[in-house]
């Protein structure tokens, strides 16, 4: 038998969470963002399944950005970070890519640049979250080069939020304030709610959503939000028991003999570890599922297999399937229980999982 470790992406599901983005703001149109291979589901694969309903895509580079046009993928695509160099210009115009200017450099960059077409662009303002983004204060500047250009053909507004995913932070409503002081006055549509957002903060839907990881699934306000039961699991991490074994109270598990049996264990090993993309940090008692039933994590996560409780289950034996992150088991509570977040888990799938779909119509 092959190693049993695979991923296992449903497209009907992400079609699915798309959709609901697009019903939480109404008249709003969305890019979906598929940077990072699309959180690791696919890129290509998510990208197909999503473009007879996407009004467009984002990604993170012109490589991400050429990988779906070489797969004929013919929906805008936003640069979210822009270009990183002058020399990408020319790809802005042959690929038909729309890129974020984040920075004075970058806006005369793009004012510099002869497209053969008009060229749209995303002009990101920074409000408070102090990554990307020019100053409010040099914000009407960078408009009006932008828009006495030509070639420009259109201008998004944009700004993106620090604290959504905790709904009631204050920062939100400040960012929200700094937005409309400096753009206020200027043409064009506005564009401001990642996935949070987009679930838990309509003040800021605008006229562009930017859902990531909720079309991944995973709610960014957590499993006891009410949003977490509107979204669909969309990939499953599984792999089979590969050995059984009994041990007395007293006895200890795996490196460093993290976890000592305080009763007689049944221990089931799993083909699964820290170089498929498990976090190592996960802690004793982080879920599972065995043969579909609840179980927990015991013991320090090693490269390739890690170890289970299968004490409340007599009947497992090798073969068996399990499923550490999928509709079984939330990836919101493996990453809570591993002082991480969903995106990490999703987008550190290791190249060494082969993922399969399915496609339920
Ligand atoms: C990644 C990204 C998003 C999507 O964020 P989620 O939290 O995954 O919804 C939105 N906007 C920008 C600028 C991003 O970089």
Redesign the pocket.
């Known amino acids: 038998m092959a190693r049993p470790t695979r991923a296992h992406v449903d497209l009907a599901a992400i079609r699915h969470n798309y959709a609901h983005a697009k019903t939480r703001a109404p008249g709003a149109r969305a890019?979906a963002?598929v940077?990072?291979d699309a959180?690791g589901h696919g890129a290509v694969a998510v990208a197909r399944t999503l473009a007879p309903l996407a009004d467009a895509f984002?990604v993170?580079c012109t490589e991400e950005a050429l990988a779906l046009r070489e797969s004929g993928i013919g929906n805008p695509i936003v640069l979210?970070?822009g270009i990183f160099e002058p020399a990408e210009l020319g790809l802005l115009d042959s690929a038909r890519l729309t890129p974020?200017a984040h920075s004075r450099e970058q806006v005369d960059w793009l004012c510099r640049a002869r497209p053969t077409r008009p060229l749209a662009v995303w002009l990101?303002m920074d409000t408070g979250m102090h990554r990307?983004g020019l100053e409010p204060s040099d914000f009407a500047a960078a408009y009006a080069r932008l828009a006495d250009c030509p070639h420009v053909s259109e201008i998004v507004l944009?700004t993106?939020l620090a604290c959504?995913?905790e709904p009631d932070h204050p920062a939100t409503q400040a960012q929200l304030a700094c937005f409309s002081a400096h753009a206020g006055a200027l043409p064009g549509p506005r564009?401001i709610?990642?996935?949070?957002?987009?679930l838990g903060y309509p003040p800021a839907h605008g006229h562009w959503l930017?859902?990531?990881?909720?079309?991944?699934g995973a709610s960014?306000l957590g499993e006891a939000h009410a949003s977490a039961a509107a979204l669909r699991p969309t990939i499953a991490l599984e792999s089979r028991l590969i050995s059984v074994r009994h041990l007395a109270p007293g006895e200890a598990i795996g490196y460093g003999g993290r976890f000592v049996c305080q009763r007689p264990t049944r221990v089931g090993v799993v083909a699964a570890g820290y170089a498929d993309g498990y976090p190592r940090h996960a802690r004793d008692g982080t879920p599972v599922a065995v043969n579909g039933k609840p179980s927990r994590l015991i013991g320090r996560v090693s490269m390739d297999m890690l170890t289970v409780d299968l004490t409340d289950q007599p009947g497992a034996h090798p073969g068996d399937p399990v499923q550490l992150w999928g509709d079984l088991v939330a990836a919101n509570a493996v990453a809570a229980a591993s002082d991480t977040i969903a995106?990490q888990l999703f987008t550190g799938r290791s190249q060494r999982v082969p993922v399969s779909y399915r496609d339920d119509r």
């Open positions: 890019l963002v940077k990072a959180y984002a993170a979210l970070e974020v990101k990307l944009m993106h959504a995913d564009s709610a990642n996935s949070a957002a987009v930017r859902p990531g990881i909720m079309l991944y960014p995106y």
